[in-house]
């Protein structure tokens, strides 16, 4: 994104960001770091310092300041199939009693990699990812089904993945 892109922002999308989360203040300039940083999460800060029009120390301090503040997080993404995860699930879990609860208690296990409390069939959403379907069977079946308030659960067998990004973008 160019410097003049970044200023062209404006002051009504920057409130709604705002106003929708209540999180940090996030200005164009942080917003346009971000999308480089989504792009290419090892771009140099140089290169992103000349695309949003900072200086490299600038870009510096602001990742540093958007990692500290919970905004984001660098991290390396790997394809759970060449690791030796041959079995992902989705797995729907509803639940009698503090749905919060049960949900710490998900998102504590090394096997669930992705744990949200929703609205609508389920209570939980939880994505599991395994080494193959014994392990499914064990993790879902000893481990998730035992966890107090937990009183039903339905999975979904990840035949093949067809697409996994995080280039939302900052919109």
Not at 19 to 42: C, F, T, Y
């Amino acid at each position: 994104m160019h410097s003049e892109a970044v200023a062209s922002r404006s002051a009504d999308q920057k409130d709604s960001r705002e106003s929708r989360n209540g999180g940090p203040h996030l200005d164009a300039v942080s917003l346009a770091i971000i999308e480089q940083l989504q792009e290419d999460g090892r771009r140099p800060y140089a290169a992103i310092g000349k695309a949003v029009g900072l200086s490299e120390a600038a870009v510096r301090q602001r990742v540093q300041k958007l990692l500290d503040q919970g905004v984001m997080q660098i991290v390396a993404v790997t394809d759970p199939l060449t690791v030796g995860f041959r079995r992902q699930a989705m797995v729907g879990v509803n639940v009698e009693g503090d749905v919060e609860s049960v949900a710490e208690a998900l998102a504590a296990m090394s096997e669930c990699e992705y744990v949200v409390m929703t609205a609508g069939s389920f209570d939980l959403m939880v994505e599991v990812v395994c080494e193959d379907d014994d392990h499914l069977l064990e993790v879902i079946n000893r481990r998730v089904r035992a966890v107090p308030g937990v009183r039903s659960t339905e999975s979904f067998v990840y035949l093949k993945l067809k697409k996994q990004t995080y280039m939302w973008g900052t919109r």
